[in-house]
């Protein structure tokens, strides 16, 4: 049964590969691109499965079990093709456009220095013969700098200007994880290429670190009634403890100035570094008008993204009476 | 849900579980095809009686290429992504040991006087130059664009390789470890093989879908030979006149190439993307990775038929067995 899945699966990429894309690169010379089209492939069809199952996991969690209730969910429209482009590939593709020829400088640039950026394998070489434990401990790693990467989002206020539009939904579903400005995408992999290039994810584990990770997120964001309980929200950050990184009151507190339960996987960074508030409500979501206008709850794609831009102009001008900080009401 | 799960952690959970339990299990075979899974990071290990698969190991990132010591003791596989060269036992697959800091190794070659080692990096655009005999870097030079096959002239003077990207053929001297010459080919060339005559070199040009004939000495195109769509790379027959011609797409074929009279003289149906090849001793058999069908492809050279397609794992590139008809 297994192995009748992933051949079909096979099977169904090889066609898309032969029919779709091959002609087209090697029409134009980019023959070389084959196996990155294939892999592309894998990319969309393993997008286009994690969005079907979250909405059939997910979506009735949703309708039976709902935090809120909403008159209508138009605002929740643009955060379903937030996760199209997402999922599907495009918006990585483009990041992968824009960022790969500057890596690969950089990269080939060290190497003709005999600078060979090290790799966790050269100083644990049992991970080598080891995959399972080796994509857990780069799960782990991963997810560590991306706890630096959400904190620091929340941080520096041109970064949070474009962060701000993840947080400006008020109608917080399972769609709402890929809502997302696209120089924060741009940023955001541009800091998944550092420590790529400074521990080396194996290539091998990107697509199931990918699964695993967005389909978390995926239920961290879900408008239902759901936690894991007192221990198991100290385990895996669960849709109640994510909901409060959401709230449009932060908790009282120095330490959540910028924001609280900043984990994308495990909640132990946040009671690391001090960020963990373990409320046991669920607390309304979104932003009080600050860096982005009160209209950006309802905003399409489009104006979404300008307002953004706008916000992150204005982020570089402290004296206009933009906080640092959170603003709490 | 379970087709994703299970195809998209493949890497992950499949072979992983097992890997641990097949380990000990690597035993001496009385034939043993070594085929690299380069996307998994794994090697497969096949029967070549049987045509079973009889273990699986992690290896290292992106193993794509593999060659021969001189002396056939053992087969180096080089780990692109690990920055790491891997030696094993051609005849058990137990590991040997592993030379790391070889900066992205991706296709790897053996000068025919054995007087160097050179690798080169598709992905950083570079030849790296290295002493055989403890893989010492002597000489690094830039290649753009994304160097990718490499042959040597029979008196070792020269290593060609060619630049897939930017459409062109880059000798390198290896009395002065510098570039002699580039010169421009047909579209998106990877596989190079220097022909029997030691005067012209074969090139295989993906986007052309042909093999080019240059004669190396006076860097001329001699002709073009149209073998099928996405020509890709090149394996002696073994008879010091034929070679196969990979030509790499999903319902792709190899073509028989006669170095005499520069013909296509035979064609068959190889599906899967058919990639790195390798002939038996006795002209029986050819195997053939087939890239994006995660199988290695059993030609009957005497049926001219698939024999067998032995699933293996993802993205499978290179294939040995030390029962071959010849590498150059």
Redesign the interface.
């Known amino acids: ?3 009748a ?2 051949e ?3 099977e169904l ?3 898309l ?2 029919h779709l894309l ?1 002609p087209v690169l ?1 029409a134009t ?4 691109y ?2 990155m089209a ?2 592309g492939i ?1 990319f969309f ?2 997008g286009v ?2 969005i ?2 979250a909405f ?2 997910l979506r009735p969690l949703e309708a039976l079990r709902p935090i809120e209730v909403w008159p209508d969910r138009k605002a929740v429209r643009v955060d379903v093709l937030y996760s199209f482009l997402d999922r599907l590939g495009i918006v990585p593709l483009l990041v992968f456009a824009l960022l790969a020829p500057l890596f ?1 400088s950089l ?2 640039w060290l ?2 220095n005999d600078i ?1 950026p090290p ?1 966790l ?2 100083l644990f ?1 049992a991970l ?5 434990l080796s ?1 857990l401990v780069y799960l782990c790693i991963l997810d560590f700098t991306e706890y630096w990467r959400h904190r620091l989002s929340h941080t520096f206020r041109w970064w949070w200007a474009l962060h701000a539009i993840h947080h400006s939904q008020r109608q917080m579903t399972l769609w709402t994880d890929s809502r997302n400005h696209l120089l924060d995408d741009l940023v955001g992999g541009a800091w998944f290429a550092i420590v790529a290039l400074l521990v ?1 994810v ?4 990107f ?2 670190l990918l ?2 990770v967005k389909t978390i997120e995926n239920l961290s964001h879900v408008n239902a009634r759901l936690s894991f309980g007192r221990f198991g929200e100290l385990l895996l950050v669960s849709p109640r403890y994510h909901r409060w990184h959401h709230a449009i009151d932060l908790p009282a507190g120095r330490q959540y100035r910028f924001g609280c339960n900043f984990a994308i996987l495990l909640p132990i960074w946040d009671q690391l570094f001090g960020t963990q508030y373990r409320g046991q409500t669920m607390p309304p979501c979104g932003l009080r008008p600050g860096p982005l206008p009160e209209s950006a709850a309802q905003s399409g794609f489009w104006r979404q993204q300008w307002e953004g831009l706008c916000a992150l102009a204005v982020s570089f001008f402290p004296a206009n009476g933009h906080g640092k900080e959170r603003q709490r009401e | ?17 097992i ?2 339990l097949l ?1 000990p299990a690597i035993a001496a075979h009385a034939g043993l095809a070594i085929a690299l899974n380069s ?4 090697i497969s290990l096949i029967d070549t009686e049987t045509y079973q698969v009889t273990g699986k ?6 193993p794509h290429h593999l060659m021969p010591t001189p002396d056939d003791k053992s087969l180096i596989v080089a780990c692109a ?3 790491q060269l891997v030696f094993f036992d051609p005849n058990t697959g137990q590991e040997q040991k ?1 030379i ?2 070889i ?2 190794p991706y296709q790897l070659g053996f000068s025919p006087n054995r007087k160097w080692f050179v690798a080169t ?1 598709l ?4 030849v790296d130059l290295y002493d055989p005999v403890d893989f010492r870097l002597v000489a ?1 030079l ?1 290649a753009p664009k ?1 160097p990718s096959h490499m042959a040597f002239d029979n008196d070792s003077q020269f290593v060609f390789v060619t630049l ?2 930017s ?1 062109e053929i880059m000798a390198i001297s290896l009395g002065t470890q510098t570039i002699a010459w580039v010169i421009p080919v047909a ?2 060339p ?1 596989g190079i093989v220097m022909a029997p005559d030691n005067r012209h070199l074969l090139v295989a040009c ?2 052309a ?1 042909v093999v080019e004939v240059i004669e190396w000495r006076t860097r001329k195109s001699v002709m073009k030979i149209a073998t099928g ?2 020509a890709h790379n090149l394996q002696p027959k073994g008879d010091g006149r034929h070679y196969y011609v990979s030509n ?4 792709g074929s190899i073509s028989l190439l006669d170095t005499q009279t520069m013909t296509v003289v035979e064609k068959y149906e190889v599906p ?2 058919p990639d790195d090849m390798i002939v038996r001793a006795d002209g029986k058999e050819l195997w053939a990775t087939a ?4 199988k290695v492809q059993v030609l009957d050279l005497v049926t001219k038929k698939i024999k067998q397609s032995i ?1 293996v794992g ?2 499978p590139h290179g294939v040995f067995f030390t029962n071959h008809a010849g590498l150059r």
């Open positions: 049964m297994i192995n899945c992933i079909a699966f096979v990429q090889g066609w590969l032969a091959q090697l010379g980019m023959g070389s084959l196996e294939f892999d894998e069809l393993c499965l994690q079907t199952a059939l996991l690969g990269e080939s190497r003709f060979i790799q394998e050269d070489p080598e013969a080891r995959p399972l994509f080396g194996p290539p091998g584990h697509v199931g699964i695993v | 849900m379970i087709a994703c799960l299970v195809h998209s952690l493949r890497r992950l959970a499949g072979w992983l579980l890997v641990p380990c996307a998994d990071g794994t190991v992690a290896v290292c990132k992106e992504a690990s920055n592993r790391r800091n900066s992205d990096s992905r950083l655009d570079r690094r830039p994304t897939q990207d459409n579209a998106t990877a993906m986007g879908g769509t996405a790499r797409t999903i319902d899967g993307g890239r994006f069908a995660r699933t993802s993205s």
